[in-house]
């Protein structure tokens, strides 16, 4: 689960970070009396939506010559005028999708005088196994440029977790960010309680682009993006209250009340399968026979026919999706409940696109019994490689 700026900035800020004022504006009639609330004279008005590039975004409903999605004012009246524009509009950026994204909130927060602009981020280093941070000198812009045109610009600390970050530690992000005086004092405290949040609220990432080193030679934390682990949320109570659900695919918000495991993506060819392995493989070979899977979709192992039904309909629903491939190993699943469930699913919101069908494993004689009967216009498919030959033929006509 993702959450905004301005509410990641809340989290670091009750740990100790150094962050300026700010407060989030939801209508252009609280502008004015927010922006009043900051010191001045220098404002900054940036739009919250779950994406990066937000600064050197567009809005889509404004002329090409407007400013981005991230806005210094100089007075209170420039504030308001800003948010005016702004808010309510879509801003597209190189994170969006050329689709971009509407912007709801805005947060206005006090501007600051900006020497250097760095790169932080922590996040679960698997090749180590262990919390790493991820800095670079570089920061401000796009990292994954800085990491391709000049990756030995780009350093990681990994952090032993019997010991969180060490003095030792410290130094080597100091050094690495040529952090030193009040800076590298600032550094000395903000490491470890960066360190303290991400594993305290179960954090996946954490990402400071830029950290800066002001004019005064101080740190502060001038943009956060914060990402959860969705398996740790029911121990973070106050954590869950910050999602956003506008911000989220619909699909996908709906799946997890059935606790399926399903990613919109974008291709034609619906996907229901048991098991991740199999979905990443019913993936590959709908890409090797020339198309585009428009989701992952993961039943799992123990699901009953209502949760099939609503996998089903989860798909069906997607205007994207031209064709549905199932795929399903019966293990611990059974093919017959799988069955019912289609059928289930079909029988209350029809079927428009053509469906074929692989089942194999347990009961799955049952369960293309049970298709056969039921008059669905399904094509049965014996092999993977077959289903997938199949639903590719079907979709392309
Ligand atoms: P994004 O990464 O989505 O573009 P940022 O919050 O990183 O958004 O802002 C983009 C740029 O805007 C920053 O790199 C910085 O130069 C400038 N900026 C952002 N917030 C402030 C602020 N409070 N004061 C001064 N400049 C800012
Ligand atoms: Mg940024």
């Not at 670091?12 to 700010?22: D, M, Q, V």
């Not at 659900?245 to 399926?260: C, G, N, P, V």
């Not at 369960?367 to 639903?391: F, T």
């Amino acid at each position: 689960m993702n959450i905004h700026e301005y509410q990641a900035k809340q989290v670091l800020k009750a740990y100790g970070a150094p962050i300026a004022e700010g407060v989030p504006v939801f209508d252009a009639a609280g502008a004015e009396a927010a922006a009043k609330k900051l010191p001045g004279p220098l404002y900054v008005v940036k739009s919250q939506i779950h994406a990066g590039g937000r600064g050197k975004g567009k809005f889509k409903e404004l002329s090409p010559d407007a400013k981005g999605g991230v806005r210094l004012a100089k007075s209170v009246e420039e504030v308001v005028a800003n948010v005016k524009e702004m808010l309510g509009n879509t801003l597209v950026t190189k994170q969006t999708g050329p689709a971009g994204k509407q912007v709801n909130r805005l947060y206005i927060e006090g501007g600051a005088d900006i020497a250097r602009e760095l790169y932080l981020s922590i996040l679960v280093d698997r090749s180590v196994g262990r919390i790493a941070f991820v800095v670079s000198t570089e920061g401000g812009m796009d990292i994954e440029t800085v990491a391709h045109d000049t990756p030995e610009k780009i350093i990681t600390v990994a952090i032993d977790p019997e010991t969180g970050v060490t003095a030792a530690d410290v130094a080597k992000l100091n050094t690495a960010l040529k952090l030193d005086g009040d800076a590298a004092k600032d550094g000395s405290t903000l490491f470890p309680l960066l360190y303290k949040a991400f594993t305290d609220k179960d954090m996946s990432l954490l990402e400071v682009n830029p950290l800066i080193v002001m004019k005064d030679g101080r740190l502060r934390v001038l943009d956060a993006k914060m990402s959860f682990d969705g398996n740790a949320l029911f121990r973070h109570d106050d954590i869950k209250a910050l999602r956003d659900e506008t911000e989220e695919d619909a699909k996908e918000i709906e799946a997890s009340k059935w606790d399926l495991a399903y990613v919109a993506l974008d291709g034609n060819i619906g996907c229901m399968v048991n098991g991740a392995g199999l979905a990443m493989a019913t993936m590959d070979i709908i890409k090797l026979y020339g198309a585009e899977p428009a989701n992952f979709c993961d039943v799992g192992g123990g699901a009953g026919k209502e949760k099939v039904a609503a996998a089903f309909k989860i798909i069906t629903a997607d205007p994207k999706v031209e064709g549905i491939l199932v795929n399903i190993f019966g293990g611990i699943m059974k093919c017959d409940v799988i069955a019912e469930g289609v059928i289930a699913a079909v029988k209350e919101v029809g079927l428009k696109v053509p469906l074929v069908v692989r089942l194999e494993g347990t009961n799955a004689e049952l369960g293309k019994k049970i298709i056969n009967e039921s008059g669905l216009n399904v094509v049965s498919a014996d092999d993977l490689d077959d289903a997938a030959k199949k639903i590719v033929a079907a979709v392309k006509g």
